[in-house]
């Protein structure tokens, strides 16, 4: 039996993928994202907005979220990223019991930063657990590494923020040839670490979660207390890596993914 009733699945992700827009979408662009014919989206569109849930602007032609869902408790525009969640969270506790360090799921957040979608904490009195509504630069963390290795290298230097850098904590890399230089390691290996850059204490460890077009849509973090994690280095690195490559094969054997890149 499978997961998912087709035409449900369709709906929602047409919800979720003007949600993502912050200036509506078109009808072509509609069909070319979900991949379905178009006058089957154009009914969709016209059933979203006769049920109140979409407004269609007369004079651009876009789509766009009604207020009322926007910004009321629907949380569509806040947390589009439901299917990527569900299918993380299992993935995520199984690592973290495997590993017993904190597990973290990051995704693009606003300019220049990477932003925590999900955590699970690791059942240890000495143990990472980070602030999940704090940003978190692209430059310095395993996680903003891994994002910005997976897009353009011509955009590397823009995502990686206007210098002077700041940094976090003594150790923080902020010469820009040195970041650019580790970004393409990190694209090179697949998967980033990053020790006491962004917190004293902690080292992160984060692979890419990628779609079926090979695109980033998260990051998959161990935040490891770094007294812990040298003796456990390559164990770590492989099962990063490993449950990363299997939350994007989860999110290969549904639907398309709606990503939203930087």
Not at 54 to 71: F, G, K, M, N
Not at 126 to 144: D, L, Q
């Amino acid at each position: 039996m499978t997961a998912n009733v087709p035409s449900a699945a369709r709906v929602l992700e047409l919800i979720e993928l003007i949600a993502e827009a912050d200036h509506g979408v078109l009808l072509r662009e509609a069909t070319l994202r979900l991949n379905v014919p178009k006058s089957s989206t154009l009914m969709l569109l016209r059933t979203l907005v006769n049920r109140g849930y979409v407004e269609r602007d007369p004079v651009s032609d876009r789509y766009a979220l009604s207020a009322q869902y926007r910004t009321g408790g629907f949380g569509w525009k806040i947390a589009p990223h439901g299917r990527l969640l569900a299918a993380a969270r299992p993935i995520m506790e199984e690592l973290m019991l495997a590993l017993g360090e904190t597990v973290i799921l990051g995704g693009f957040g606003s300019h220049g930063h990477a932003r925590a979608l999900a955590q699970v904490v690791a059942d240890l009195e000495v143990r990472y657990a980070t602030n999940i509504e704090r940003p978190i630069p692209f430059y310095c963390s395993a996680i903003g590494r891994v994002l910005v290795s997976r897009q353009p290298e011509r955009d590397w230097p823009r995502l990686l923020g206007e210098e002077p850098l700041a940094p976090l904590t003594r150790h923080t890399v902020t010469d820009k040839a040195e970041l650019l230089r580790i970004v393409g390691q990190v694209r090179d290996q697949g998967y980033c670490v990053v020790t006491e850059e962004f917190a004293l204490g902690g080292t992160g460890v984060a692979a890419p979660v990628l779609d079926s077009e090979d695109r980033v849509v998260a990051a998959l973090d161990v935040g490891c207390v770094t007294g812990r994690f040298d003796e456990k280095r390559e164990r770590v690195i492989r099962a990063v890596v490993s449950a990363a490559n299997a939350l994007g094969q989860a999110l290969r054997s549904e639907p398309p993914f709606l990503a939203k890149s930087a």
